[in-house]
Structure formats: C-alpha cells, structure tokens
C-alpha cells in the first residue's frame, strides 16, 4: 500500500517536472517565432497613436492593446468570458462596437489576439475551441448564409488592408 502511493506521488511529480519543462520550452520557441509580429504590433500600434483620426475611445483601445501585449491575462479573461458573450451573440445577433469600423483596428487586433496567443497557448487554444463550438451553433442557428455573410464581411476587411500592404511592399 505505502509502495503504491510513493510511486504515485514519485510519478505525479515526474509527470509534473516534465511538464513543466515541455511547456517552458514550447513558451520559449512560441516566444522566438512571435517575435517578428510582435515587433510589428508595437510598430503599427505606434504609427497608429501618432495619427489624429483615431478618437479618444480609439486611442485608448490601441495603448490598452500595446500595453497588454505581453500580459497571458487578456487569454484568460477572454476564455473566461467568451461564453457570456456567444450567448449574447446567439440572443441578440451580431454586432461591432461602434469604434471598430476601421480595418487598421481589425489588423492591430488581429496581431494582439497573436500575441496574447504567444504568451498563453493553453487558453488561447481554449479559447479557439470556443470560438469553434460557437461557429458551429452560428452555423446551425443562422445557416450557411448568415455565416457566410460574417466571414465575408471579415475577409472583406482583411483583403483591403492586405492588398494595400502587397502593394506598398511590391
């Protein structure tokens, strides 16, 4: 009896120390691999704040964006949230803030999502299982169409500030 439970406890902390040591590696290689994007959210972010057309809302969203770049906390608040919010978007429909309408804030959160992702892989994949799971009741509830329509309205966005990107770039 006393054998089984010290090999257990002996296993448990093999499991995990190994654990640990594969995670920090993969945090560290994520870390390696993100750091180009991270470097240009910090840029783009930077660019943006120095523009006059953003409004104080606007600005706020982008300095709170580029202060929490780093932080595994955002990752964890949206998991945690994500439910309440799926069931207001399957209750009352889908919806953008209104600052939101401009594809240069799609792109920077775009790249915060990324990085926040970079600092957090177990809640960012969480999270990305919640968003699945409610895509798919998207898909049930509203059909093909309706989701054809949101992730049109998205690659719309994405298209025009990528070609404007290939173009300056070409």
Known sequence: MIQSWMMTIIFSTFILVFYVGVYGFVLRRLAH?????????????????????????????????????????????????????????????????????????????????????????????????ELLVLGIILLLRGGVPMVLRMAASSVIVESKSWSRTVRQHV
């Open 33 to 129: 691999e993100a750091q180009p994007i991270r470097l240009k959210l910090a840029e783009f972010g930077e660019v943006m704040l120095t523009q006059e057309t953003f409004n104080p809302v606007q600005r706020q969203y982008i300095t709170w964006c580029l202060d929490h770049a780093f932080s595994p906390w955002p990752m964890i608040v949206a998991t945690f949230f994500m439910p309440f919010l799926a069931i207001k978007l399957i209750v009352f429909g889908v919806g953008k803030p209104s600052f939101y309408d401009d594809s240069r804030l799609t792109r920077l959160t775009g790249l915060f999502l990324l990085s926040t992702f970079v600092a957090n892989p177990i809640f960012g994949l969480m999270y990305g299982l």
